[in-house]
């Protein structure tokens, strides 16, 4: 019996012949769209790769695009339906970011586009904690679905009551890994509000700038609670008379608190928390010996209270030097819990990072600084540029390509300026910030992608910290550190000890530089609104006429030239040094020699016209087998494989070519001797007008 398909079949066999053929017709027309559709995905997908292949940069900015989007998107939700903080002396609430589990920036991290709750692993749900509706709602409007993973790591024991030392690699959320447990403690214990009391919990940290972000973090997850942020260049007035009012949550740097506990205006008796929140810089910037105090006086004051509940002491940094060690030891239960989430890995800094190392003597530092921002931080990105004292921030701002973006941030600016020039820089109307340390640690603006360390930082912790500014939630960013030739083993140092792999790149060149600004600049242009053309065209026109004799591309260019900085020329840079106007070119040879000596001496005779001041730094490459040295860059011709010197060609032998070097090969290192720097190998040898063997 047939079935009811081949009933089908049979009756549209009868009926009409001819939908057999059209069939087969339709199947084969069916199969050649879905043939012509596969490729075309293909060629698409092959036209994608093939562009991220050949801009990653605009592909990290891209994907740093979108989470800017999304941030922005959540950051204007939350501002409609903020509720009302009662502490009215907290600053202006910092941009909050919001990021998806996916930019988790551990193992644990759910596949991209994971948002779902189910999707999460578990150890990382909200859920699984013991996290109010309350607390979980003011999460979500910050975006935050889930914990990341020393969130997860430190809920647990802190809110059952242990003392714990956490250590996460920076910009991986461990503010809330303390204050989220901790504020649900003291709504578990539903304690009445009555006025004057004494705070519960107390967070140092160690500057102004963090202490407010801190607050600013405590405010945000729970309303509910009394938060107040002390810290010097502030009258004492205000604040005490809010103190005497009663709070909940005090958050202050080191030294203010202190005076609030010696004029008896900070209560300490009925803490339930202490915390030190990035406590190894307490040492760093003179505040060990406050800190230490206020410890002691948490237990003095409880002491002389028969009553007095008991406090939990958590300490929190990304790094751990031997004085947190002790730190442990004196005033943390032994049975407190540890969670490192470095641990002994060899790499300390944050992975989503990549680290640059720049050769650059100091004084083409601050013309080279311009060209990095434009290749490695684009038009849109921010940029936190690290000096070692206050009068070299003084000074870089004062540079040409700095002066128009950039704003200036250390310890003798007045604070009301530093909280606008901050604030200014998280709602990005500020580009760059050019500061000392003060703000190396903690601080946190998601949307930083670049990093500049305008030296090497004096010990590895605190480039960890100083790079960490970027690269944060799972984001991508970069971090370059210029150096000069004498501080190259303060470059090696770092990698050694941080387990990060610096790129030894030279300054950008003209062509990095005008691929990173040629599309900005072009999408300006197609930014301008519509009204506003009409007005130029008349200017424009006799420009086209007169100036660029109707060549329109021409004209064009040179708009978008002009627009990206570049009007007055892209000037060459030495890759060895950043020296402007010179080229770097390398002989190599077809054996090992000791120095360059054997490469000076056919400078000398094969190119007598180029004196001691066109030629500079020679080093050996790493293998021996090579020499690199810059030349005044108007004293050398390129064409194809032809290399003229000083008016004279060169002609490859075989056992030594010339070349102009595009990417510094791997160099032997510089080791500090007596009277000067020279090679690791020792000998003699050294450059025309060069500083040794070097
Ligand atoms: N669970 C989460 N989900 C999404 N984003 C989060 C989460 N927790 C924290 N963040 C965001 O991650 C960023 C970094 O957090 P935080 O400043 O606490 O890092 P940190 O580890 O203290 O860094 P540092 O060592 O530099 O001080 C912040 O923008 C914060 O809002």
Redesign the pocket.
Known sequence: MPSVKDHADMTSGISDPKPVHEKKEKKEKKEKKEKKEKKEKKDKKDKKEKKEKKSPKEKERKDNDKKDKKEKRAAESESESEPKSEVALSPKKAR??????S??PRDTTPEPGATEENEVPENLRLMSYKISPATVDALAK???????P??AEAFNPIYNGNDVLGR??????????FALPMVESLLKEKIAKERGRAPRVLVLAPTRDLAI?VSN?FTSISPSLKTLCVYGGTPMREQTAYLQQGVDVVIGTPGRCMDHINRGNLLLHDLRFVCLD?ADQMLDIGFAEDMEQILQEVQTHKETRGDAPKHQTLL?S?TAPEWIKRTVAKYLDPTFVNIDLVGNSRVKTNENIRHYAIPSTWQSRRGVIGDVLAVYGGNRGLTVIFTNTKAEADELAKTDKLKVIAQVLHGDIPQAQRETTLQGFRDAKVKCIICTDVLA????I?MVDLVINCQPPKDVETYV?RS??TG??GRKGVCVTFYKADEEFMIQNIERRAGTQMIKAGPPQPDDIINATAQDAADMVSGVVEEVIPRFTSVAETMLLETFKGNTVKALAAALAQIAGCGAGVQVRSLLTAAEGFKTLMFRLSHEIQNPGYVRNILSRNYPSLSSEDIKGMRMTKDMMGVVFDVTATKVQVDGDTIMMGGNKWTDLDHIKLEVVSTLPELEEVVETRGGSGSKRGGRGGGRGGKGRR
């Open positions: 909050l970011a919001t990021h998806s589990p930019e988790t910050r975006g935050i679905k889930s914990l990341f020393i969130q996460a690699r920076t910009g991986t959320g461990k503010t809330l890994a972000q973090e990035e929190f990304a640690r903690g601080i946190d998601p910290h960490g500014r944060r939630a």
